[in-house]
Structures are given as C-alpha cells and as structure tokens.
C-alpha cells in the first residue's frame, strides 16, 4: 500500500497503542460475528433436507404443507409435530442458538424470567424470550445505529463547520447564534415528547437524535477553517484562480478533517450511549425490538433475575470500553507531539 | 582552567524502529573562556540550539546525552536537577529568540526580572526592586520608571528583548547564551540590542555564548567562532583568522555565500507591466455594538508606483510598514482603493472571475517555505494545480512535460514528482514555490521576502535562480525585504516604506550611496553594520 510517511506514521502510533489496537480487532470480530445473527441465533434451521430436496429457512418462508403438514401458514420448525415430519424423510442443521429474539420458550417449565440453562444460554426474560439472541441483536442494532448516527452527524457537522468557517463574517457570526440557541434546548424531553407523537422506529430515532447531535463538530471544523483560510498555501490557490469551492475542498478541508478524526470514535459511543438511553427509558424501539437498553429495564424491573441485569450491564460496559479504548489510540495517531518509545 | 568546558558532546534521539536514531549532536567540543563572546555558527538544524540548552541541562526529554560538560570544575551532564537548579539564572543565564514567547503575557514586567533575583538570593523586597530599577536602566528601556507594572504586550519587540536581557543579567551571571536573540526584532533594532550586549559585556565581564546565522554580527562583535554543520563542529577559531582563511569546505561555503552581486543589466524598453495610481489599503476600526467607524489604519496610503518590463521594484522597510500589504494589493489579493492598470487594463474594479484570465499573468511567492505549500498534495499536485486552472485544453502527457520543464528550471529534478512536500528541506521547497508560480509564465511576481527564512546558503542559491529567470522570461519583480543586503544584490529601483507611506524612493545606487531620509540611514547601517 502506498501510505504517505505522515499517514504511516498515524499507523504505527495506532498499532503501538496495544490496548486500542486489540480493541479494535475485538470489536469488529463481535460485529462481523453479530452482523450474521440470523445464522447464530434463530428459530428457523439454517438449512435443511426433506424428500431429497434441500430447503433454507432463514432466507426463504416455506408453508407447513411443503412438509406435510395441515395448514398454509409458515412452518413452525419448533413444533414438536413439523420437525418430526421433517426428520422422518431427511435433517435439519440448527443454528447454535434456537432461538431468535421474539421466539418465546413455551417448555421453560417455571414461571419466566428463568435462570441460564444448557437450552437458554443466559437465561430468559420475564416473557420467556432467550437472553442469548436477543444479545446478539440488540448488539447488532446499537452498533449499526452508533455508526450510523456517527455517519450523518459528521457529515452534516464538518458541512456546516466548514461553511461558516470559510466564509465567516455574518454568516458566522448568525450561524453561530442559531446554534447557540439550538444546542440550548432540552434535548432528552424534546426526544420524549417527539417519541410519544410518532412511533419511533430505527430511522425515525436516527432523524431526531440527529437533530441535536450534528453540532458536536462544527465548532471544531470551523475553528480550523477559520484557521486555514489564511495559510498561505491557500492564498497562493486563490492567487493561482482556483476557484473558491474547490480550495475548499482540497486545500482546507483535508487539513480540518485531522483534527475532527480524533472526536468520531468519541461520537459513536455517545450515539450508542443515546439509544440505549431511550431504550432504557422505554420511548426508543418499538416494543419487542431486541435492544440492549430494554434489557437493562427488565433488568431493573426483575431484581429477582439477576443474569438480566448483569448480562445487560456487561455487555454495555464492554462495548462501550471498547469503543473508547479505540478512541484513545486514534486520538494519540492523530498527536503530532507523540512520541513512538524505541 | 577555561569558564566552561564541553567535551566530545552527543545528542541522540531514537526513532521508530526502521528510521536509524537521529544524532543531532555529534561531538561536539569547545571551550569558552572568562569574558570571551564565542559565535555559535550554523544552518537551521546543525544542533547549535540543542548544544547550547545542553549546557544548562535543558535540552528535550528524549534526547540522550553524552559527553561532557565543565563548568568552573563542576561536571554539567547528568548532574542532579537541584544542582542545575542553582546553576541556571545565577551563574549561566540565558536569552531566548522570540521575547514575546520567553516572556510570561500574565505577569508584569518588573514580577518577572524580580523572580530571578527573588530565586537566587536572600535580598529583601525593597532591595529587589531597587536592583530591578538598576537592571532596566542597564539595559536603557525608555521611560522604564513609569513601566515597572507594565505587561509584556505593552511593550515593543526590542523593548521585551531588552527585559528579557535585564532578566537575564540579573544575578550577574558568568556565562550568557545568546540563541538569536536579534532575529524576531526589526534590522533597525538588532543593531541596538546587539550594541547593548556588547556594552554590558564590558561592564559586568561575562562570557557570551552566541547563537546566530548571521555572519555579519558574528564579524562585528564575536572573539571566536565555532561554524557547526549537521550536528558537527568543523571549525573553531578566532574570528579573523576563520574569516579570513577558512579551513572547512562548510565554512568555506558559508562565507561565499553572502548575498552579493548586482542587479540584471537594465534593457531599454519602457513597456509598463504594472502600474498603481493614488492605491490605499485602509483597516477600518469598529467601535460599538453598530461597528461605528472611528478610524482606519492605513496599511498603504495613496501610493503610486509603475514596474516596468524586466525590472526589479524593491520594497523595504520594517514589519508593519505595510510592504506586504502593498504587495497583495497589487495582485488584487486584498480590497484597495486606487486605480491598479496591469499592461493596459485597469484592474481594480474587475470581479473574480474576470479576473482569473489576470492570475495567470501575476503571481505571488511567499516567505515561509514551510506553510506556503499544502502537506496533504505532492509536487505534480502543487505545481499543475495552477495548469488545470488556466490551461484546461493541455491533455495529461503535456502538463506532465511542463511540469519536468519547470522542475528542471528551478534547479529540481523531475523525479520529485511524486513526493510530498515535507520531505524537501527549505531552500527545496522554495524552489517548489516559485516552480508553481513560475510554471504559468506570468509576466508580474511578487516575492515576499523570499529568501528571509531561509539558510544564509540557501538564499544566494535562490537570488541566483530568481535573476536566471527574469533574464530568460523578462519578468518583472516586485521583490519585498527588510534585508538590504538581498536588496542591494537584485533591485534596481528601491522605495523605502514607513508606516503606510513611502519615504524615500530612488535607483538602488543612489538610495545605498546617498540615503537621505533617516529611517533608511538607519536602515542601512544595520544591514551592513558599518562594513561596505
């Protein structure tokens, strides 16, 4: 790869960063691993054989009658009855986990929340649904709305950073106002309010916390606009005739990105702070979405259940570190007054 | 027994593992004696700074140090920081290059030179503000009675020079070091600060270690000369015996390498380039919550000039004088009043776009090599920026050609291509500079302080290319410096600029042989210190 000696450098001070570095790997193993939650976790066999045909259920809904059974709705691979069906004229392959996030366990035997057993990994909550999967997606969910939230926001952010430090004077001077006086609204009530007039879903919850979240750059990305227009390097652009967007975007933006790279990491765990904030609160994910907040609540509601609490707690605190810990290596990349130890 | 013996001294830094460690000083050995001024002579990154903070046991933390340092018998490297604590300020004291940065903005002048006394001795407080009013009338600050309680920014650029010498002497130390402590002051107040060391020299008999690039004061004021070169010390002597045989081919090469020679014959044709009539650059000062106008500042005020073809306008005068700001005016880089007329056309009222066809014509080089290129693009990035502006048509194969052609021209090699800025020294990436602005072939350039921040080697390098390629393309130049040395070696015309206005023009021979305004009389014994 063909990496600037700067650009090299950051890699080596990240990579020397051995806590950050092993956070790293661990983090998007998790995540790979969760992004394929449907085949870790589910109630359907990930694929499976009748009359010497092969059949996959995860991807595909087949009727109980294409395994003989009596009526025209979805297979229940979990009924004692279909699956006998199926094993009689072929097999099935399960997924580790044989539960998916809604699939309650009707056979738990006591009264739900139940404790871990060989069957229910980590136990189930107080409607019987396995902890275990619904983990998987709950964490699957943050992450893709940590991302996602960290996505737009710097976009929008740097965007209009980057606006008003360039051309400054009353554009900046109006922009920063309005801001001011944004970033002073009640944010966590204007999210309850907002979240009991519409049903939130995952994008509607993406739109409104945006609107509070974008502004965490701007400053930043401004200040170094303002900055850099005044290099001289930009003067000799705009004394070469190079018009003025794009001494924007090759001569100034690049530089004020430095600087905005080191707060992204912090930004993500803010978003997934965010989320399960509102989940936790019960104005987030529509009901049964598996979440890793609505964990924490029954948690909290069943103090009688402790893997609840604790499978919740940990796995929070464990993203969450993880997501910091990365952040702390990419800020001391970004450093120039770090120092690599011999 | 000499005052302060350094022995076979080393500096190392480490670097990431495939880069071998970095031996910024690399044994260095001299001596300096009772009452003596010893230059300290080299490039920017000969180690002559790291030598020096090595001997008040200052030098940065990732450094290893090696070798040895005696002073009065007592061994400096390695000693305990309680002993080098009572050393520093009392015996060996030391004036650093920026005394806007050296001086604390927080406290006032007369708390900072107390401290000094107040950490070394047992004096009371009335005693130490007697000696504080002792110490400033040394170092003859103006009016310094009424100042005791002034801040650091209430004071000029030579007057904090002159505090941070007050605090420096204050304990009447045996060894001063002197890291160019006149080269962020105007030329007109090194001259003074300079005279001052030297008086106080004599007065209180204390050894100078002194630091510059600066070969003119070294001849004017220093005993001895030590010339370092890439962290080694090549050569060490009496200054007049150095200066006038030198031993090493790098002091060799540094004493040829003053700016000298004269301006490009003259032709004989009087086709205007650029003209300004009546050209005003006036700040305005806002007061009030409505920005009611109660003033301007007059950066350039009513100034007429005309540059003809294949000519050279020098500029000088000191910081603030407005020299740059004429400059950018010119090439409509900032908003004047005036009539500007570029080869017949008036300018001045032309918007951006209609003024782009211009930029090519009129270009700007900068002072610091270091900002004046984007670390993020490489040479060809830089360099065909401005051909992808003004000839879109060419296709790649062309740009690419005329990129090597112009690479070649400034001294370069094609093969540079592809690197980034950064990896280039100084006098390099000024070459790269003036490749940008020279690959379009502009008729007009405006150098500001081109050479100024670079190596005293470098500088004649690029005065040499600079008048190659105004002989072969008949440019014209406006060539701005405070340093009358590099003006007297390209300008064939000179106006002096003071505050916004112009107080003396004239043919470069005349201005040199006949100043008559005093701010150039002045201007001219600092630049040559009395040596012609």
């Given at each position: 790869?063909?990496?600037s000696?700067?650009?090299?450098?950051?890699?080596?001070?990240?990579?020397?960063?051995r806590r950050?570095?092993?956070?790293?790997?661990?983090?998007?193993?998790l995540?790979?691993v969760s992004?394929f939650?449907?085949?870790?976790?589910?109630?359907?066999?990930?694929?499976l054989k009748?009359?010497d045909?092969?059949?996959?259920p995860?991807?595909?809904?087949?009727s109980?009658?294409?395994?003989?059974?009596?009526?025209?709705?979805?297979?229940s691979y979990?009924d004692?009855?279909?699956?006998?069906?199926?094993n009689?004229?072929?097999w099935m392959?399960w997924p580790?986990?044989?539960?998916?996030y809604?699939?309650?366990?009707?056979?738990?035997?006591?009264?739900a929340?139940?404790?871990?057993t060989?069957v229910?990994?980590l136990?189930t909550?107080?409607?019987g649904?396995?902890?275990?999967?619904?983990?998987?997606?709950?964490f699957?969910?943050?992450?893709l709305?940590?991302?996602?939230l960290t996505?737009?926001s710097?976009?929008?952010?740097?965007?209009?950073g980057?606006?008003?430090?360039y051309?400054?004077?009353w554009v900046d001077l109006?922009a920063q106002r309005?801001i001011?006086?944004?970033?002073g609204?009640?944010?966590?009530?204007l999210l309850i309010?907002?979240a009991?007039?519409?049903?939130?879903?995952?994008?509607w919850?993406l739109?409104?916390?945006?609107?509070?979240t974008?502004?965490?750059?701007?400053?930043?990305?401004?200040a170094?606009?303002l900055?850099?227009?005044?290099f001289d390097?930009?003067k000799?652009?705009?004394?070469l005739?190079?018009?003025e967007?794009?001494?924007m975007?090759?001569?100034?933006?690049p530089?004020?990105?430095?600087?905005s790279m080191?707060?992204?990491?912090f930004?993500?765990s803010?978003?997934v702070t965010?989320?399960?904030?509102?989940?936790?609160?019960?104005f987030?994910?529509?009901p049964?979405?598996?979440?890793?907040?609505?964990?924490?609540?029954?948690?909290?509601s069943?103090p009688q259940?402790?893997?609840?609490?604790f499978?919740?707690?940990?796995v929070?605190?464990?993203?969450l570190?993880?997501i910091?810990?990365?952040?702390e290596?990419?800020?001391?990349?970004?450093?120039p007054r770090?120092v690599?130890?011999? | 027994?000499?005052?302060?013996?350094v022995?076979?001294l080393?500096l190392?830094?480490?670097q990431?593992?495939?880069l071998?460690?970095?031996l910024?000083?690399q044994?260095?050995?001299?001596?300096?004696e009772?009452?003596?001024?010893?230059a300290?002579?080299?490039?920017?990154?000969?180690?002559?700074?790291?030598?020096?903070l090595a001997?008040?046991?200052?030098?940065p933390?990732a450094a290893?140090?090696s070798g040895n340092?005696?002073?009065?018998?007592?061994e400096?490297v390695d000693?305990?920081?309680a002993?080098?604590?009572?050393i520093?300020?009392k015996?060996?004291?030391m004036i650093?290059q920026?005394?806007?940065?050296a001086?604390?903005?927080l406290?006032?002048?007369s708390r900072?030179?107390?401290?000094?006394i107040?950490l070394?001795?047992?004096?009371?407080?009335?005693?130490r503000?007697?000696?504080?009013?002792?110490?400033l009338?040394?170092v003859g600050l103006a009016?310094?009675k009424?100042r005791?309680?002034?801040f650091?920014h209430?004071?000029?650029?030579?007057?904090?020079q002159?505090?941070?010498?007050?605090?420096a002497?204050?304990n009447n130390?045996?060894?001063?070091?002197?890291d160019?402590p006149?080269?962020?002051v105007d030329?007109?107040?090194?001259?003074?600060?300079?005279e001052?060391?030297?008086?106080l020299?004599?007065?209180?008999?204390?050894?100078i270690?002194?630091?510059?690039h600066?070969?003119?004061?070294v001849r004017?004021?220093?005993?001895?000369?030590?010339?370092m070169?890439q962290?080694k010390?090549v050569?060490?002597?009496?200054v007049?015996?150095v200066?006038?045989?030198?031993?090493?081919?790098y002091?060799q090469?540094?004493?040829?390498?003053?700016?000298?020679?004269i301006p490009l014959?003259?032709?004989?044709?009087?086709?205007t380039v650029?003209?300004?009539q009546d050209?005003?650059?006036?700040?305005p000062?806002?007061?009030g919550?409505?920005?009611?106008?109660v003033?301007h500042?007059?950066?350039?005020?009513?100034l007429?000039i005309?540059?003809p073809?294949?000519?050279?306008?020098g500029?000088?005068g000191?910081?603030?004088?407005?020299k740059?700001?004429?400059?950018?005016?010119?090439?409509?880089?900032?908003?004047?009043?005036?009539r500007i007329?570029?080869q017949g056309?008036?300018?001045?009222?032309?918007?951006?776009?209609?003024?782009r066809?211009?930029?090519?014509?009129?270009?700007?080089?900068f002072?610091?090599?270091?900002g004046s290129l984007?670390?993020?693009?490489?040479?060809?990035?830089i360099i065909?920026?401005?051909?992808?502006?003004?000839?879109?048509?060419l296709?790649?194969?062309d740009?690419?050609?005329?990129?090597d052609e112009?690479l070649?021209?400034v001294?370069?090699?094609p093969?540079?291509?592809s690197r980034?800025?950064?990896e280039?020294s100084?006098g390099?990436?000024?070459?790269?500079s003036?490749?940008r602005?020279?690959?379009?072939?502009?008729?007009?350039?405006?150098l500001d302080?081109?050479?100024?921040a670079?190596d005293?080697?470098?500088?004649?390098q690029?005065?040499?290319?600079?008048?190659?390629?105004?002989?072969?393309w008949?440019?014209?130049?406006?060539?701005?410096?405070?340093?009358?040395?590099v003006?007297r070696?390209i300008?064939h015309?000179?106006?002096v600029?003071?505050?916004g206005?112009?107080?003396?023009?004239?043919?470069a021979e005349?201005?040199?042989?006949n100043?008559?305004?005093d701010?150039?009389?002045a201007?001219?014994?600092?630049?040559?210190m009395?040596?012609?």
């Amino acid at each position: 790869m063909n990496l600037s000696p700067l650009s090299r450098r950051r890699l080596n001070l990240f990579k020397s960063n051995r806590r950050g570095f092993w956070s790293l790997w661990i983090f998007l193993a998790l995540f790979l691993v969760s992004l394929f939650a449907e085949l870790i976790a589910n109630d359907k066999p990930i694929i499976l054989k009748y009359n010497d045909e092969y059949y996959f259920p995860v991807f595909k809904a087949y009727s109980e009658k294409t395994f003989g059974g009596d009526f025209e709705t979805q297979a229940s691979y979990r009924d004692p009855f279909i699956a006998g069906l199926i094993n009689d004229k072929g097999w099935m392959i399960w997924p580790p986990i044989r539960f998916s996030y809604t699939t309650i366990n009707y056979d738990l035997g006591r009264p739900a929340p139940s404790p871990p057993t060989a069957v229910n990994w980590l136990g189930t909550d107080d409607q019987g649904r396995d902890v275990a999967a619904r983990l998987i997606y709950g964490f699957r969910i943050s992450v893709l709305f940590g991302l996602a939230l960290t996505f737009f926001s710097s976009i929008i952010g740097i965007a209009a950073g980057a606006i008003q430090g360039y051309l400054g004077g009353w554009v900046d001077l109006v922009a920063q106002r309005l801001i001011e006086i944004w970033g002073g609204l009640p944010e966590l009530f204007l999210l309850i309010i907002l979240a009991s007039i519409v049903t939130p879903n995952f994008w509607w919850l993406l739109g409104i916390l945006l609107l509070f979240t974008w502004m965490s750059l701007t400053h930043l990305v401004r200040a170094e606009f303002l900055r850099a227009r005044n290099f001289d390097y930009v003067k000799a652009a705009r004394a070469l005739g190079v018009a003025e967007w794009r001494i924007m975007l090759r001569h100034v933006l690049p530089n004020a990105l430095v600087s905005s790279m080191t707060m992204v990491p912090f930004l993500m765990s803010g978003a997934v702070t965010a989320l399960t904030t509102l989940d936790f609160l019960g104005f987030g994910l529509p009901p049964g979405s598996a979440s890793l907040g609505e964990l924490l609540l029954q948690g909290k509601s069943n103090p009688q259940a402790p893997w609840l609490g604790f499978t919740g707690f940990i796995v929070i605190a464990g993203l969450l570190v993880l997501i910091i810990f990365i952040s702390e290596a990419v800020r001391d990349a970004f450093d120039p007054r770090k120092v690599l130890k011999a | 027994m000499s005052l302060l013996e350094v022995k076979d001294l080393r500096l190392t830094f480490e670097q990431p593992a495939p880069l071998p460690s970095f031996l910024a000083v690399q044994g260095a050995s001299f001596t300096l004696e009772k009452g003596e001024m010893l230059a300290l002579v080299g490039e920017s990154g000969s180690g002559k700074s790291l030598t020096a903070l090595a001997c008040l046991g200052l030098q940065p933390e990732a450094a290893r140090i090696s070798g040895n340092i005696n002073f009065a018998g007592e061994e400096l490297v390695d000693a305990p920081q309680a002993r080098l604590k009572a050393i520093r300020g009392k015996r060996i004291a030391m004036i650093f290059q920026e005394p806007m940065t050296a001086l604390n903005p927080l406290h006032t002048i007369s708390r900072q030179i107390e401290e000094m006394i107040q950490l070394h001795t047992q004096l009371t407080s009335q005693q130490r503000l007697a000696r504080v009013l002792e110490l400033l009338g040394q170092v003859g600050l103006a009016h310094f009675k009424d100042r005791l309680d002034a801040f650091p920014h209430e004071l000029s650029g030579g007057e904090r020079q002159r505090v941070m010498i007050a605090m420096a002497i204050a304990n009447n130390p045996d060894i001063l070091i002197a890291d160019e402590p006149t080269t962020a002051v105007d030329v007109t107040v090194q001259l003074k600060i300079l005279e001052l060391l030297k008086a106080l020299q004599a007065k209180l008999g204390m050894a100078i270690l002194f630091i510059t690039h600066d070969l003119t004061i070294v001849r004017r004021l220093a005993d001895r000369v030590a010339v370092m070169s890439q962290g080694k010390l090549v050569e060490i002597g009496k200054v007049a015996d150095v200066f006038a045989a030198p031993a090493h081919p790098y002091t060799q090469h540094l004493l040829v390498s003053e700016p000298k020679g004269i301006p490009l014959p003259l032709k004989n044709n009087n086709n205007t380039v650029i003209s300004a009539q009546d050209l005003r650059v006036w700040f305005p000062i806002k007061k009030g919550f409505f920005g009611r106008v109660v003033g301007h500042i007059k950066a350039v005020n009513q100034l007429s000039i005309t540059i003809p073809e294949s000519y050279t306008l020098g500029v000088v005068g000191e910081s603030g004088s407005g020299k740059t700001t004429l400059g950018f005016a010119l090439l409509r880089l900032i908003k004047s009043q005036g009539r500007i007329t570029f080869q017949g056309t008036d300018i001045s009222s032309l918007k951006t776009n209609e003024l782009r066809a211009f930029r090519q014509q009129m270009q700007p080089v900068f002072q610091d090599p270091f900002g004046s290129l984007n670390p993020r693009m490489t040479v060809r990035q830089i360099i065909g920026e401005g051909l992808e502006v003004h000839f879109p048509q060419l296709s790649e194969n062309d740009r690419e050609s005329r990129i090597d052609e112009i690479l070649l021209e400034v001294g370069l090699s094609p093969d540079i291509k592809s690197r980034f800025a950064h990896e280039f020294s100084g006098g390099q990436r000024q070459r790269i500079s003036i490749a940008r602005a020279m690959v379009l072939h502009p008729k007009f350039v405006v150098l500001d302080e081109p050479t100024s921040a670079l190596d005293l080697s470098v500088q004649a390098q690029i005065l040499d290319l600079l008048k190659k390629l105004q002989e072969k393309w008949g440019l014209s130049y406006m060539f701005i410096s405070h340093d009358l040395r590099v003006v007297r070696a390209i300008a064939h015309h000179i106006i002096v600029m003071y505050r916004g206005d112009i107080v003396e023009q004239g043919p470069a021979e005349t201005i040199f042989a006949n100043p008559q305004h005093d701010y150039t009389k002045a201007l001219i014994k600092a630049a040559f210190m009395g040596d012609k």
